[in-house]
C-alpha cells in the first residue's frame, strides 16, 4: 500500500517531494528519485574512484544512508545538496580506506600508487589530486553545481570552494601535460 | 593555453561514462537488502552528546544531536546496532552518556556493562556487585528505566530462577535478543595466527573461512593457546 504523502505523479514531484514519501516509507518514490539521480550519482562516484565496481558500491551505499536518513533531511537545504553530500562523503570515506589498505600492503616508505585508475590519463591525474579537491573539482565540472551549493556539500567556504578548485585545476593541468606532454 | 580552454579540456576530458546496464535496479535491490537485514536498528531514534550516546528506543529512526560530534557518535550507534542485529558484531565501541542518570541507577548500569556477550546474570547479582545486597527490586526498576537499552545489555539479566524478569522493550524483543547472542559466536580466532578477536573487530574480517575458530570465553581460547587481540581488547568478566 502506498502512504498517503506519497506524490501521485512521482515522475513530476520534486526531489524534496520523493524524500518526504521515502522518509514516510514509500519505496516507490524512493526507485523514482534512485531513478533521476543514477547517472549523476555514477559520473562523480566514477571519477572519485576511478573504477566501475568501486562507484556502484559507493553509489549502494550512499543510497542506502540516503533511504535511511530521509527522515533527517532538513528543507533549509536543498535536496540535491543534502544528495551529493551523503554521496561525496561515501566516496571520500571509501578513498581513504582504499589508501590505507594500499599503504599497508605496500609497507612503509612507500609512495602510494592508484591502482585500476592507471588505464586512463584523466583518471590517473584525478587520482593524484587530494579526495576533497577530486570531489569539488567533480561537482564543479561534472556536475556544474555553483561555487555556493558545493561549499554547502562540503561544509566549507566559498572562498575555500575557490582555493580548491583553483589548486585542482592547476594539478589536472600539470599531470595531464605529463602524461600527453 | 587561456583558461577557458584549460576548462573546456578539463569539461571534455572529464564527462563520465554512463551507468553500466541495470545500475539502478542493482543498486534499489541491494538497498533494500542492506536495509532489511538493519531493519530493527535502523529505526531506532538515538539522541548523543558530545560525551556519547545518551537515548535509545525503538522509534522511526530520527537522530537528536546537536553538534557534528554529536551527530557522528549518533551515526556510529546506529550503524554498530544494525551490525549487532544482524549477528556481526558482539560488542559497541561507541561511548554512552549517562550523566542525566542517578547515581544509584548509574552504579547498576555500569555493573551490567560488565556481563559479557552471550552470558546471563541476575538481579541479585547485580545488586551484590554495586554492594546493595537487598536492593534487587531497585534494581529492576534502575535496569527498566535504561536509557541506552542494548548498548548497556539490560536483556542479560534475569530472575534468580532463571525466568525472563521484565524488559521495558517488551519481553519478545528481550526473548530475541537473548536468541540471537546464543547464535552469534562471541569470540573468533585465526588457526594461523592463534590471535582472538572479538566478533565484529576490524581484524577478525581478514581472517579467512577456513582458518576462523569461534571460542565463547578468552579463558576458553587461552586455554587452546590463542592470544587476545590488541585491538578489540577481549576480556573475561
Not at chain 2, 52 to 63: D, F, K, M, Q, Y
Not at chain 2, 178 to 193: I, M, Q, Y
Request: net charge positive; with cysteine.
Amino acid at each position: 500500500m502506498i502512504p498517503a504523502t506519497a506524490p501521485r505523479d512521482r515522475g513530476e514531484a520534486s526531489d524534496a517531494e520523493l524524500l518526504a514519501a521515502t522518509a514516510a516509507g514509500d519505496h516507490g518514490s524512493f526507485s523514482a528519485l534512485v531513478e533521476r539521480y543514477q547517472t549523476r550519482f555514477f559520473a562523480v562516484a566514477r571519477r572519485m574512484l576511478g573504477d566501475d565496481a568501486e562507484a556502484e558500491d559507493a553509489v549502494q551505499t550512499a543510497l542506502l544512508r540516503i533511504y535511511r536518513g530521509a527522515s533527517a533531511y532538513r528543507d533549509d537545504w536543498r535536496p540535491s545538496t543534502w544528495l551529493y553530500r551523503v554521496l561525496t562523503n561515501v566516496c571520500i570515506d571509501l578513498w581513504r580506506k582504499r589508501s590505507r589498505r594500499r599503504e599497508k600492503a605496500a609497507g612503509p616508505g612507500t609512495q602510494p600508487t592508484v591502482p585500476l585508475a592507471d588505464r586512463v590519463d584523466v583518471d590517473r591525474a584525478l587520482g593524484r589530486l587530494p579526495p576533497e579537491a577530486r570531489a569539488i573539482l567533480l561537482l564543479c565540472y561534472v556536475e556544474d553545481l555553483s561555487y555556493g551549493e558545493i561549499a554547502r556539500i562540503r561544509g566549507i567556504s566559498v572562498n575555500t570552494v575557490k582555493t580548491q578548485l583553483g589548486r585542482a585545476k592547476r594539478a589536472m593541468r600539470h599531470h595531464l601535460n605529463e602524461a600527453n606532454p | 593555453m587561456t583558461p577557458r580552454t584549460h576548462d573546456d579540456r578539463l569539461r571534455e576530458l572529464l564527462d563520465p561514462p554512463a551507468p553500466p546496464a541495470g545500475f539502478a535496479e542493482r543498486a534499489l535491490r541491494a538497498v533494500r537488502e542492506r536495509d532489511q537485514r538493519g531493519d530493527g536498528a535502523l529505526r531506532f531514534d538515538i539522541a548523543a552528546s558530545n560525551a556519547g550516546v545518551a537515548r535509545l528506543r525503538p522509534g522511526t529512526g530520527r537522530t537528536e544531536a546537536d553538534s557534528w560530534r554529536a551527530r557522528a557518535l549518533a551515526g556510529q550507534a546506529r550503524e554498530q546496532l544494525a551490525e549487532y542485529m544482524q549477528g556481526l558484531r558482539s560488542f559497541f565501541t561507541v561511548p554512552v552518556d549517562l550523566s542525566a542518570v542517578a547515581p544509584f541507577q548509574r552504579s547498576v548500569l555500569d555493573a551490567t556493562a560488565t556481563i559479557p556477550f552471550g552470558e546471563v546474570r541476575s538481579y541479585r547479582w547485580i545488586a551484590e556487585r554495586i554492594g546493595c545486597v537487598k536492593a534487587v527490586r531497585a534494581v529492576g526498576i534502575a535496569l527498566g528505566r535504561n536509557p541506552v537499552s542494548i548498548v548497556v545489555p539490560c536483556h542479560r539479566v534475569l530472575r534468580t530462577d532463571g525466568s525472563l524478569g521484565g524488559y521495558a522493550l517488551g519481553l519478545e524483543l528481550k526473548t530475541c535478543l537473548l536468541d540471537l547472542e546464543r547464535e552469534t559466536p562471541a569470540l573468533v580466532g585465526a588457526d594461523t595466527t592463534r590471535i582472538v578477536c572479538r566478533h565484529g573487530c576490524p581484524d577478525e574480517q581478514r581472517i579467512g573461512e577456513r582458518h576462523r575458530v569461534v571460542f565463547s570465553s578468552l579463558r576458553e581460547a587461552r586455554a587452546a593457546g590463542y592470544r587476545a587481540c590488541r585491538r578489540c581488547r577481549p576480556v573475561d568478566a
